[in-house]
């Protein structure tokens, strides 16, 4: 079956440390993007990528980076210089990199900073 | 200010009621979005529409580009309905979408 996971659902850090998200996807998609969702807020976009060894700023890009090596891997290293990292991290994928393209979401990874 | 705002925030109704679910954006849109995010949060895409209305199954999604404003139609609600309603608006250009807050939809047997 085709689809993104993420890894691991739950994820539990001290605070000052880094931390790395997975998320890949067998969908063979081009585009993938990195979400975070606090309660009360809409989806916030981190950052994109609209093809391998490319990705780009979003609206919350501070304290976060990421790669693309890989089409099927994007993941998202939450680095000690979030101010407020704990919150749930949502990896999507599209066809290409359109907003009119539709999105497929992994199942989250809800990250607390202790 | 969100550029994309959800009315009601919160909805609850007994099973088989119709439910409503507004959505209103401020500018220009190539295209409208509606997800549905289950208590597990995962996100699934319910539909993308520009025009008119469209429908799959029990729900329908209608939109309105002069009055920049879509509704979400649920006919015989279900307890498994319960979700949080996500609209977002893309606007043609931009890789990016701008998401709503949502809609916590409860649907009572």
């Known amino acids: 079956d085709g689809g993104i996971t993420q890894s691991p659902k739950y994820l539990f850090r001290k605070e000052g440390q880094n931390v790395t998200l997975s998320c890949e996807q067998n969908l063979n998609h081009d585009a993938m993007y990195w979400y975070r969702q606090d309660p009360g807020q809409g989806l916030r976009l981190i950052y994109y990528s609209q093809i391998v060894n490319d990705f780009q700023k979003g609206d919350i890009a501070e304290g976060y980076s990421v790669s693309r090596e890989k089409k099927e891997s994007f993941p998202l290293t939450v680095t000690s210089a979030q101010k407020n990292p704990t919150a749930f991290y949502l990896c999507a994928s599209s066809i290409e990199a359109g907003d009119t393209d539709t999105q497929y979401f992994g199942p989250g990874t809800r990250l607390t900073v202790l | 200010k969100n550029e994309v705002e959800q009315s009601p925030q919160n909805l609850t109704a007994q099973e088989g009621e119709f439910i409503t679910i507004n959505c209103s954006y401020s500018?220009?849109?190539?295209?409208l979005h509606w997800l549905q995010q289950h208590p597990g949060g995962g996100i699934v895409s319910l539909f993308m529409?520009?025009?008119g209305k469209k429908k799959h199954g029990r729900l329908i999604a209608t939109i309105n580009i002069q009055e920049k404003h879509s509704s979400l139609h649920i006919t015989a609600s279900h307890p498994r309905d319960s979700a949080v309603y996500i609209c977002a608006r893309s606007q043609g250009g931009s890789e990016k979408l701008v998401f709503g807050k949502g809609t916590k939809l409860t649907v009572n047997p």
């Open positions: 529409l520009s025009s």
């Open positions: 500018v220009g849109i190539s295209a």
